[in-house]
């Protein structure tokens, strides 16, 4: 079956504007999680969702970084007023629960000029 | 707070020979320890949880809470283990918390 997509897979933006990434969990997972990887760093957790609740977002850098999911299905990360430090690649997973084995997605390269 | 250190970011070893990628964390609790692999060109995917205890692709990993390690080890490197390996952590395997990585090339 089809695994963890994102989309897009790579967004170039300028510094100061708002972008959207989205991921595709496998269906019928209940938890998603979003991490940042910035070059030569392991993966950074940012915020996980149980359902459509975010069940911890303690891993958001600031307010600029928002992150829905609605229907408890699809995410969305939102970033605004982006400024060059948020360029990285940004993973979701999925796993079927909580404390189950978590399913990456090839992730977006966001580059913020 | 939670750590997880990976002293090595390269290593390299001939293919036959013994592997052992270091782990190092931090943590007050209980930790549940994981390996992720990353091959080139594929998606991060977990390779073993200590909670397991099995034996994956030939590697292991045991849980010292007393060096507070938790080192990948395989006897015998083969060429298709050259990858990029992640060290993670988490106290309840949702907010987990990565190492910055191995990358591991096994020459032939």
């Known amino acids: 079956g089809a695994g963890v997509s994102q989309t897009p897979s790579n967004k170039v933006t300028e510094k100061g504007k708002y972008v959207e990434l989205r991921c595709d969990p496998i269906?019928?997972?209940?938890?998603l999680y979003w991490y940042r990887q910035s070059l030569g760093q392991g993966p950074e957790f940012l915020i996980y969702?149980?359902?459509?609740?975010?069940?911890?977002d303690s891993g958001l850098p600031n307010d600029r970084f928002f992150a829905v999911r609605p229907e408890g299905s699809v995410s969305t990360l939102k970033i605004q007023r982006t400024e060059r430090g948020d360029s990285a690649v940004y993973l979701c997973?999925?796993?079927?629960?909580?404390?189950?084995?978590?399913?990456f997605g090839p992730g977006t390269r966001l580059t913020v000029l | 707070a939670q750590r997880v250190t990976q002293p090595e970011k390269l290593l390299s070893v001939f293919k036959g020979a013994p592997v052992e990628l270091k782990c190092n964390y931090s943590y007050s609790g209980s930790p549940e320890l994981f390996w992720y692999v990353q091959y080139s060109r594929q998606r991060l995917q977990l390779l073993l949880r200590h909670i397991s205890r099995e034996s994956i692709k030939g590697f292991t990993a045991d849980l010292n809470k007393g060096e507070t390690s938790f080192h990948l080890k395989k006897p015998f490197a083969q060429e298709e283990d050259s990858a990029m390996y992640y060290c993670?952590?988490?106290?309840?395997?949702?907010?987990?918390?990565f190492g910055a990585g191995t990358r591991l090339t096994v020459k032939p």
């Open positions: 993670a952590l988490s106290k309840d395997n949702n907010d987990m918390r």
């Open positions: 997973a999925s796993s079927p629960r909580l404390v189950d084995e978590q399913f």
């Open positions: 269906s019928g997972h209940t938890a």
């Open positions: 969702f149980q359902g459509t609740g975010a069940a911890d």
